[in-house]
């Protein structure tokens, strides 16, 4: 059989299962809120969750194209399959890793630093888009600023608007938004996180001479947003566990303003065609809603944590990748 056809094969399964394990990291952190409010049961904030990645995931195909094209030029990428199977199988390696500890890491960090470290390792510095890839970067690395800020200031209105009003009837009413807010949240999620693995899967098919523009194939689009779906229902609950109440102690208000923060910052983001983190967007807005309400209420040695684990992802998970194609290299 083929040997491109082998390994173009066997990035589409590493791509769904990235997608997927994308799925249950996370989409964890879209319904923790909602969970350690108790405005949702973990069975309910699954199915709501699943459901609205998957219908998010369908939606749009433009930061699949950035992913296909922005950080390597995948017509003129040498051995491609090899590259991104490699940088496949380094991000589900940390995917699985952060996971495990409960480390709500970032799964575009992951990809988006294997697929340089990889092409890198197979070809160079030069190989790099830099424009492009500068302009992901920035996305990334402002977006969690952002989502802090929104959510701060979100907080902020929230406090004003509702500062006369009945204390247990604005409790129990941002528990019943906070049900519409997640299903935003996880939208916006599906609408931005699964098209990272639409983009990988073109990219192997161009590489592979099985396609021959960056537009994104039917097909890919609904796997990717099934196994997205799927790895929903599966849910994460440490991650859950640290979202939702190791940074700050939520209240229903308090999950209501972050996910409406994060579900905006992420959907703008989507809009235009830029890849973000999730994990660093949720995670931001929590703490900028923390930081509006008390700033000793943020547990900030948590923050710390997670803040580092941002930090090392992207070059960790191209060290990674970049050794991995040396590996599948001598075999390959």
């Not at 249950?24 to 969970?35: G, L, M, Q, R």
């Not at 950035?66 to 390696?93: Q, R």
């Not at 197979?122 to 990334?140: R, T």
């Not at 994990?279 to 803040?307: D, E, N």
Request: glycine letters at 8%; proline letters at 2%.
């Amino acid at each position: 059989m083929d040997t491109v056809f082998i390994l173009t094969a066997l990035v589409v399964i590493f791509a769904l299962a990235f997608d997927f394990i994308n799925g249950f990291h996370d989409t964890a952190n879209a319904i923790a809120t909602s969970v350690s409010t108790r405005a949702l049961t973990p069975r309910q904030a699954i199915i709501l969750a699943a459901t609205m990645n998957l219908i998010g995931a369908l939606t749009f195909t433009g930061v699949a194209k950035t992913i296909t094209k922005d950080i390597v030029d995948p017509f003129a990428l040498e051995n491609g399959s090899v590259v991104i199977l490699a940088a496949l199988t380094a991000a589900i390696a940390w995917n699985l890793i952060t996971w495990y500890y409960g480390i709500p890491s970032s799964s575009s960090h992951a990809i988006i630093g294997a697929v340089a470290g990889a092409a890198i390792s197979a070809a160079g510095f030069d190989v790099l888009n830099y424009e492009g890839f500068l302009k992901i970067l920035q996305s990334l690395i402002l977006s969690p600023f952002l989502a802090f800020g929104v959510g701060f200031i979100m907080m902020n209105l929230f406090r004003i608007t509702f500062k006369n009003a009945n204390l247990s009837k604005t409790t129990k009413g941002f528990r019943m938004f906070q049900v519409l807010t997640a299903a935003m949240q996880a939208y916006t999620h599906g609408t931005n996180d699964a098209q990272k693995a639409m983009g990988i899967i073109t990219m192997a098919l161009i590489a592979g001479n099985y396609h021959h523009s960056t537009d994104i194939p039917e097909w890919v689009r609904f796997s990717a947003a099934i196994a997205m779906g799927l790895g929903t229902s599966v849910g994460g609950w440490k991650i859950i566990k640290t979202v939702g109440g190791k940074i700050m102690k939520i209240r229903p208000v308090n999950g209501a303003a972050a996910d409406l923060s994060s579900a905006l910052i992420i959907f703008a983001a989507t809009t235009f065609k830029l890849p973000v983190s999730t994990t660093h967007v949720i995670s931001s807005a929590v703490m900028g809603v923390g930081a509006a309400q008390r700033v000793k209420g943020v547990k900030w040695g948590v923050a710390q944590r997670i803040v580092l684990t941002w930090i090392i992802t992207l070059p960790v998970s191209a060290l990674i990748s970049g050794f991995i194609y040396q590996l599948f290299k001598l075999f390959l």
